[in-house]
């Protein structure tokens, strides 16, 4: 496989060259993942390859926003728990036809191959995803299919095909997916589907298969996980008439089968994932009723788990389990249309059948309890799989034309926990086979294109894992096969005898061990414990407890429950449960899940072995769902999960590296004189002729019939290095003949500019030589002119005359402007702005002093005739206007308002009287106001006293100072821009009465408060009070401080502002 590699220790070279060096190697266009790649990008080139160097360059790669790595053409992804921009159209149109190795690692990249070889080659391909829960398989599977609907044909038909297979994806999510501790949407089954193409590449349509839904999860959820998610989306998302119609409660508590501990999940919005999935429905084709009757059919599984037995014995001693309430089941037997006696009995009693006899016995509380969970889990699995059907009933291919497929398999990785089961048992068994296709096809592949090329293939030892294949599913000694046969054999069966045989019949097999064996072969072990027996997995081993195997493999439900599923008359109900028809009942046992599984695997197998594969390891970094945290023992044990070292061993062996002769050429073409810049003949001889000039050994090149085949990566890193130094020198090359070619034009860019000045300035001094001698002899024609005409005027006149004139009739045009004016002077109100236009355009500017004078005197004599009580206020006024005006918009409300100052009535109020003796004749201004507090936002009412010396707070009950503060220990005010009363007190960091911070303060008179406080505070202190007027403020608290934002809200919540606390650090005031 041609590799794509970055610089590796070369790389680390190329990072220590200094800065000049390397802004040359930018200046080189980008043909190949080799240019400035961080780490090694393809795991192939890995020098020395170990496992602590693979975990290092991912770990390299992944702290640089590189989460995709190649092993040869498989693509290792790593889930950054963030999103990258990466995706965009842009990304999806640079990968698009483009050679897998020609850009950077990325998934686009193995999506583009794949469409291209299944459109220009007509091969059917496959992708592979696998990866533990959490790795991001989903979103990996989701990516692949948004590239190929981006890059294949447009068109009405094509465009609503692309549609609904993109939209089958939420569909299944919500019924298939659920919130674990690892992974917030983890998939619960595993799915694998079939996308159907044309000749052209267009997709036609697609077929979905299921594998092993996790139906247990539906009754019982581990600690910190939850149910499947639409039971949350509807519950959440439907309205209060759906929920009606469906009997349910929009209250999660209610259902026994909901786990409340992790209900709400961060970032997950359920009511909006409901819209989304019932939008999704319609576009995939599901009608209204369908879509009616599959909630149904979902909300009575939820209230299955509501119903509860309690004990009652029967006349023949046998206990009997009853319903404790029924209104539960009513309910359920009104949504699904089956008759309450009817499902009460199948609660309660059991049949058996054998040949013509009918033998009914009762169940006790624990039976009844099994019966309705299965009841409850097979009702939801068979609900699934009928979505599935459904799906694709809509998306399979309308055309009966031959088609092209690409598979894409989303399962679940291999699985180690603590306490592994049989859902894990049979989950590494599938991935146990997914392994041995990987490594078969991988060498196939290998060895096919060695034939293709010429070279000698050279077999590759490998661990063939069939032998832990044959262990598992041998048809007649395998574990598989071995729990069928227990669970079909008449007398007792448990785990035990199931154990025991394992035991018995691999107790020299190299692949298994148990407590026995060990015991046998003298081996302590305290880990393995009695009922558990443990298998060497290809990815290491695993110890599964066979407490509950049999349960699980049988998976029954009680022939009354299906005959009464059967019996109802919604019609989806009815479907799901076809063995309940008393006219096709069948003596024979159903198969069991592992058998079913099995079968599934098989099928499996054959489909992947029929196409191409691809493949996609996706490889979770850490536990904890964060961004740019990498756990190394975590990622270390996926490495060995997921067999990548095996990969990589498998596709280094032979040769490591294989290109093209065109790009190899193109590539290293600079490193030989005979193929610099041009090489005339065919690829295969230039790249002869190049390396045969490098002095390599034969041994490590191979030529294939259109490939070059290279033993060792060091040697590919060798030609990097000399290529680097010689794109440098030639760089330098091309820099230096630059320059020269830019110092020659910019001298002759000189020389011709200097040439047309001179020209320019010669002929601009001839100009204006020219224009002087003009100027003068029309200056000596004039004076000539002049000095004629006086000599013919005082012929007739006197010298003297016409001044003599001109100064008369000027001031008398004065005169008469002026007693003009005398007679229309306008009245004496100082808003009268009238005044008489100049009757000469000589007199304008006279005319506008005169008016400002007038209007001087005119305001002086209004003055003149107030009373001082009138003119302190008017004065007061003009500060506020100064202070305010365009500034606030209270400002407007308050011009019509006097400037009382004192508003609370010392005087006549005797509890005042020692406020009064505290102001001692000082006293500005008294004012009710708002104190608000600094922690919670509410406001308690003050009075607040101006003095010419301080500001005092006081109780408005007790009418006693609570603060003092001296006028020199205000910093400033801040208000806001509307009309509110609210307003900061900023207080200087040394003043003793600020040690709580600033005070935050409404008043219903602020506009006159704040200007009294600015006349006072510039009185005492001689300083101008600063005033700040903006809607967002910084206010000092003794914790620190805080920013204080004003906001205008439409709502009227009180006349007052509200005041909000925003966390620690910010307050909300809302005005209106």
């Given amino acids: ?355 013509q006899e009918k033998v009914s016995t009762t169940l006790n509380v624990a039976q009844a309890y099994y019966a309705r969970d299965a009841l409850a889990k097979n009702l939801y699995s068979r609900l699934f799989s009928w979505l599935v059907t459904r799906i694709n009933e809509s998306i399979k291919a309308q055309t009966k034309v031959r088609k092209k497929v690409m598979g894409v398999l989303d399962i679940y990785g291999f699985e180690i926990f603590e306490d592994n089961s049989f859902e894990q048992f049979i989950i590494n068994y599938c991935n146990e086979k997914l392994q041995q296709i990987f490594i078969l096809l991988t060498l196939k592949e290998e060895q096919e294109e060695y034939i293709r090329e010429g070279i000698a293939w050279t077999p590759v030892e490998f661990f063939d894992n069939s032998v832990i294949c044959d262990l598992i599913e041998n048809n007649t000694g395998g574990i598989l096969a071995m729990l069928d046969e227990e669970c079909l054999r008449p007398g007792e069966v448990n785990e035990a005898t199931f154990l025991a045989k394992l035991n018995q019949v691999f107790k020299e097999h190299k692949r298994y061990e148990s407590r026995v064996t060990q015991n046998a072969k003298r081996i302590m072990d305290a880990s393995l414990l009695a009922d558990c027996f443990r298998i060497h997995h290809y990815a290491g081993k695993v110890t599964y407890n066979v407490t509950g195997f049999i349960e699980k493999n049988n998976d029954l439900l009680y022939r009354d429950l299906s005959q009464a599923m059967w019996k109802a008359k919604h019609e989806l109900l009815h479907t799901l449960f076809p063995e309940g028809d008393p006219e096709k009942v069948s003596f024979k046992r159903p198969p069991t899940a592992g058998f079913q599984f099995k079968a599934s695997v098989a099928t499996l197998m054959k489909n992947l072995y029929s196409k191409k594969p691809n493949y996609i390891r996706c490889i979770k970094p850490n536990d904890t769902k964060k961004p740019a945290v990498f756990t190394d023992i975590l990622v270390r044990t996926q490495v060995r999960y997921l067999g990548l070292m095996e990969n990589v061993r498998v596709r280094r062996a032979g040769y490591a590296y294989r290109q093209a002769y065109e790009p190899c050429l193109k590539r290293y073409k600079m490193l030989c004189k005979e193929t610099w810049p041009h090489w005339n003949g065919n690829a295969r001889d230039g790249v002869q002729a190049l390396l045969g000039s490098l002095l390599i050994d034969p041994k490590d090149l191979a030529y294939g019939y259109t490939k070059i085949f290279i033993r060792t990566p060091a040697l590919l890193f060798n030609l990097e290095d000399q290529r680097q130094r010689r794109v440098e020198e030639l760089a330098a090359l091309i820099q230096a003949t630059y320059r020269a070619w830019k110092c020659r034009m910019h001298y002759q860019m000189m020389r011709k500019s200097q040439i047309l000045i001179a020209a320019r300035f010669r002929g601009h001094m001839q100009k204006k030589k020219y224009s002087k001698m003009k100027m003068a002899s029309l200056l000596i024609q004039a004076y000539v002119r002049g000095w004629k005409t006086r000599k013919d005027y005082k012929k007739y006149f006197r010298s003297g005359a016409s001044a003599c004139i001109s100064t008369f009739i000027y001031r008398r045009l004065v005169q008469k402007f002026l007693l003009g004016l005398k007679n229309n002077l306008p009245s004496m109100t100082v808003i009268d702005h009238t005044w008489p236009p100049a009757p000469y355009k000589f007199l304008t500017d006279a005319n506008q002093e005169l008016k400002k004078i007038f209007h001087h005197w005119r305001c002086k004599k209004y003055r003149d005739q107030l009373p001082p009580q009138r003119k302190t206020a008017l004065q007061d006024k003009l500060c506020a206007s100064e202070l305010f005006r365009d ?97 900061v007190l900023h207080l200087k960091e040394t003043s003793t009465a600020g040690s709580k911070g600033d005070f935050l303060l409404i008043s219903d008179h602020l506009i006159e408060l704040v200007t009294r406080l600015h006349q006072t505070v510039l009185e005492t202190t001689k300083q101008k009070l600063k005033l700040q007027v903006t809607d967002e403020f910084l206010v000092k608290f003794k914790q620190g401080s805080i920013t204080v934002k004003v906001v205008e809200t439409a709502e009227k919540q009180g006349t007052a502002p509200i005041c909000r606390k925003k966390g620690s650090h910010r307050m909300e005031v809302l005005v209106h």
Avoid at 107 to 131: H, M, N, P, V
Avoid at 162 to 170: D, G
Avoid at 913 to 940: E, F, P, Y
Avoid at 949 to 978: C, E, F, M, N, W
């Fill in 1 to 355: 496989r041609a590799a794509a590699f970055s610089g590796g220790a070369s790389g680390e070279e190329r990072r220590r060259r200094p800065a000049k060096e390397r802004k040359m190697a930018k200046m080189e266009v980008k043909t190949s993942l080799l240019d400035n790649m961080i780490g090694v990008g393809d795991m192939v080139l890995l020098e020395p390859l170990a496992e602590e160097s693979f975990i290092s360059n991912l770990q390299q790669r992944f702290d640089h926003g590189e989460i995709y790595t190649y092993i040869g053409s498989v693509v290792i992804s790593v889930n950054p728990y963030r999103s990258l921009p990466i995706y965009s159209p842009e990304t999806v149109e640079e990968y698009r036809n483009r050679n897998f190795y020609e850009l950077r690692p990325h998934i686009f990249a193995l999506s583009d191959e794949a469409y291209r070889s299944l459109r220009d080659q007509d091969k059917d391909q496959c992708i592979l995803i696998t990866g533990e829960s959490g790795a991001g398989k989903t979103e990996a599977s989701k990516l692949v299919m948004s590239y190929v609907a981006a890059v294949c044909g447009k068109g009405a038909e094509v465009n609503q095909v692309k549609e609904q297979l993109l939209q089958s994806n939420p569909v299944l999510e919500a019924f298939g997916n659920a919130k674990t501790v690892r992974n917030d949407n983890s998939s619960r089954f595993g799915k694998y589907m079939d996308i159907e193409f044309d000749f052209k590449g267009d997709p036609l349509g697609g077929v979905i298969s299921n594998y092993l839904l996790e139906k247990s999860r539906v009754v019982k959820q581990p600690r910190g996980e939850r149910n499947f998610h639409i039971f949350y989306q509807i519950l959440s998302g439907g309205s209060e008439d759906m929920l009606q119609n469906l009997k349910l409660e929009r209250d999660f508590s209610r259902y026994n089968y909901l786990s409340l501990d992790s209900a709400k999940v961060n970032g997950v919005d359920d009511a909006a994932n409901f819209r989304t999935v019932r939008n999704a429905m319609q576009i995939v084709g599901f009608m209204d009723h369908e879509t009616q009757s599959v909630f149904e059919v979902v909300a009575a599984v939820l209230k299955l788990g509501n119903i509860e037995f309690k004990p009652e014995s029967r006349v023949n001693g046998l206990d009997e389990s009853k319903i404790k309430d029924k209104n539960e089941l009513k309910e359920i037997c009104e949504l699904t249309g089956i008759d309450q006696s009817v499902l009460e009995r199948a609660f309660s009693f059991r049949t058996v059948e054998a040949k």
């Fill in 887 to 983: 500034k606030k918009s209270l400002y407007a409300k308050s011009l019509s308002q006097p400037f009382r100052g004192e508003y609370l009535g010392l005087k006549e109020n005797p509890k005042y009287r020692k406020l009064q003796s505290t102001a001692d004749g000082k006293l500005v201004m008294a004012d009710n106001v708002r104190k608000v507090n600094r922690g919670d936002g509410k406001a308690s009412p003050r009075l607040f006293l101006l003095t010419k010396s301080h500001v005092i707070l006081a109780d408005s009950k007790a009418a006693q100072p609570k603060t003092v503060i001296t006028l020199s220990d205000i910093d400033g005010v801040s208000v806001s821009r509307y009309s509110d009363g609210f307003f």
